[in-house]
């Protein structure tokens, strides 16, 4: 084996793939290009929480609140229910309180996790050749439990 295949075969090992065959076809479909590589999670830090929260933010509904709090996750997309939950809970069971009597305001989007999953595949953001702990792999993942879940209930009817 000459170096230039056993420097590719370490890349693709790098990439966590077995062979430089399947690192080249996961690569065409869009996998990323290192092992540490990941979408970009936007995060702002500090982030104000629920029940601290005073001065004009004391009178802002839920989704006011959220649309001014997590601007950055809105902008990028990746925000949904879930990431609300998991890190300022009350304000979670707040939004979902005040959902049961008001609509959401124009121009503020928070999905539920479910629903953002749904809406990351249709823009082809599942990839089932990307590296494990990605975005991709994560949604293609999702839908992938989906459909067994619905394929296992058939077979129960």
Same mark, same amino acid.
């Given at each position: 084996m000459?170096?230039t295949a +056993?420097d590719?075969?370490?890349?693709?090992g790098?990439l966590g793939y077995?062979s430089?065959?399947q690192?080249k076809?996961?690569l065409e479909?869009?996998? =990323?290009?290192t092992?540490h590589e990941? =979408?970009?999670r936007v995060?702002a830090q500090?982030?104000?929480l629920?029940?601290?929260?005073?001065?004009?933010? %004391?009178?802002l509904?839920?989704?006011?609140?959220?649309?001014k +709090?997590?601007?950055?996750? /809105?902008?990028?997309g990746?925000? +949904?229910?879930?990431v609300?939950?998991?890190e300022d809970?009350p304000?979670?069971?707040?939004l979902a309180?005040?959902?049961?009597? +008001?609509d /959401? =305001?124009?121009?503020v989007?928070?999905?539920?996790l479910p629903?953002?999953?749904?809406?990351?595949?249709? %823009?082809?953001k599942?990839? %089932?050749f990307? =590296? %494990?702990?990605?975005e991709?792999?994560?949604?293609?993942?999702a839908?992938w439990?989906r459909?067994r879940?619905a394929?296992?209930?058939?077979?129960n009817l």
């Open positions: 000459d170096n +056993h590719l075969n370490a890349l693709a790098n077995t430089f065959e690192a076809i996961a479909r869009g996998a =990323p290009t092992a990941k =979408p970009a995060k500090p982030r104000a629920w029940e601290d929260r005073k001065g004009t933010d %004391a009178k509904s839920p989704p006011e609140f959220i649309a +709090h997590y601007a950055a996750e /809105m902008a990028a990746t925000l +949904h229910r879930g609300i939950a998991k809970k304000l979670a069971v707040k309180s005040w959902l049961r009597t +008001h /959401m =305001p124009e121009g989007d928070i999905p539920t629903e953002w999953i749904t809406r990351q595949a249709e %823009a082809g599942a990839k %089932a990307a =590296p %494990a702990g990605t991709g792999r994560r949604i293609y993942t839908l439990n459909r879940r394929e296992r209930r058939e077979a």
